[in-house]
């Protein structure tokens, strides 16, 4: 076996998962262990507080080297804070050799100019992602290579994050002697670990519910058609529930999930919740009905902001293989048919695909199931792209972007 070990860390503004690897000789990827610990100094996706931040990041980096220290220094964060943008853009350039036939260097070239966009200076580029080229007018290419043409242009995706939010979130990692070898817009990484081709072809929405965030990526005929990020989470639920029932913020989340439902119609009227069986410093009782309806109204909003990104794009009501649902809040009761009701789709809860992983034991197939690591499974699986990549050479400008996000696109 090698010792390529590979970490996909999505750090929360609740948890921090982790998730550990090693890409063997072969090219498989083993998955060694799974970690979550509480989060800290971290608000929707963004760092908050430094110090913080640093201190909840020391507790999960002390168990990745328990596995690995090489392991610590090559770890893909997930970046999934709402300022991060999602635009359209086209490169064209002239094919250059005289017989007309698109070589490597075209391709590079046509990608390198889609990329050149004219950002603020305290913008950074985090992905590039080809969504098709076209070849003398004639659209919807996938490989343009070895075709005859005079002008080569690409539609492609630019995702573009607020570069001190970056340096932030690498400073932390950096502080607890972690390395970043990559960011990946977390919505992209979930979608990564959880969507068939199948799907993808057919067209679907990813709907990744967090403490303080939710992000989505939105894709049909197997391209990736918009991803954004919107900060409003699980989180705000707890919160809704703490102010309702008057009790604190840690009888809320045992509540949401214990007792909770997103239908409040689905719930009996009269059946009440003790809340000091829960915490004996909490007072009164308070109805399963009212606990339902709380809960209900904010997913309520979140399935809004859903709706709205697919009226943005045409596609409301209109992706045959329907919403998939993971992260955190996918653990709430009712969620999958509120879905339903809210968006007019058919919906499930996303599991991550472990059909192409080697588990290192038998007790991490529950572990690894958990919708609620989708983006660090994700992760892992974009970071042994990666290391394949190497493996085979990536020598050529723009070669890295469509080998490691082949699985986000065609």
């Given amino acids: 076996m090698s010792a390529n070990f590979i970490v ?47 201190r909840a990041l020391t507790q999960i980096m002390g168990e990745i080297k328990k596995v690995s220290k090489s392991a610590a220094k090559n770890i893909f964060l997930g970046v999934g804070s709402h300022d991060v943008k999602v635009q359209a853009s086209r490169g064209i350039v002239a094919v250059s050799r005289a017989d007309s036939e698109i ?97 993808k072809e057919l067209g679907v929405v990813l709907i990744d519910i967090g403490s303080g965030k939710t992000g989505i990526s939105l894709y049909e005929e197997n391209k990736l058609v918009h991803a954004s990020v919107f900060p ?50 909490a007072k009164g009782t308070v109805t399963r009905r009212l606990i339902a309806e709380i809960i209900e ?42 879905t339903r009701q809210e968006l007019h789709l058919s919906a499930q809860i996303g599991i991550p695909d472990i059909s192409a992983l080697a588990l290192a034991g038998p007790d991490l197939q529950l572990q690894v199931e958990d919708p609620e690591f989708a983006c660090a499974i994700g992760l892992l699986q974009i970071g042994s792209d990666k290391a394949n990549t190497k493996i085979i050479g990536q020598s050529q400008t723009g070669g890295f972007f469509r080998n490691l996000f082949k699985h986000f696109i065609p």
């Fill in 8 to 54: 996909g860390l999505d750090v929360g503004s609740q948890n921090i998962k982790a998730a550990i690897a090693e890409v063997r000789k072969d090219g498989k990827l083993a998955v060694i262990k799974l970690i979550k610990t509480p989060s800290g100094g971290i608000r929707k996706g963004l760092v908050d507080d430094t110090a913080e931040a640093a």
């Fill in 103 to 199: 070589h490597q260097d075209d391709v590079d070239r046509v990608v390198e100019a889609s990329q050149a966009l004219n950002l603020p200076p305290n913008r950074t580029v985090l992905h590039s992602l080809t969504q098709e080229f076209v070849v003398d007018g004639v659209g919807d290419v996938r490989d343009p290579l070895g075709m005859i043409g005079s002008r080569l242009e690409v539609n492609s995706l630019i995702v573009d994050a607020f570069a001190p939010s970056i340096k932030d979130a690498t400073k932390c990692i950096e502080i607890v002697g972690g390395g970043v070898s990559g960011l990946v817009f977390s919505p992209l990484a979930a979608a990564r670990s959880v969507l068939s081709k199948a799907q």
């Fill in 232 to 281: 409003v989470g699980s989180g705000n639920v707890t919160n809704d529930l703490a102010i309702g029932m008057k009790c604190s913020v840690g009888v809320a989340e045992l509540v949401k999930f214990s007792f909770g439902s997103a239908l409040a119609k689905e719930v009996p009227a009269r059946e009440a919740v003790d809340l000091r069986k829960i915490d004996p410093a």
């Fill in 297 to 338: 109204v904010r997913l309520a909003e979140i399935m809004e902001f859903v709706e709205n990104e697919l009226k943005r794009f045409n596609k409301a009501r209109k992706l045959p293989a329907g919403a998939v649902i993971v992260g955190g809040g996918a653990k709430i009761p009712g969620i999958v048919e509120l």
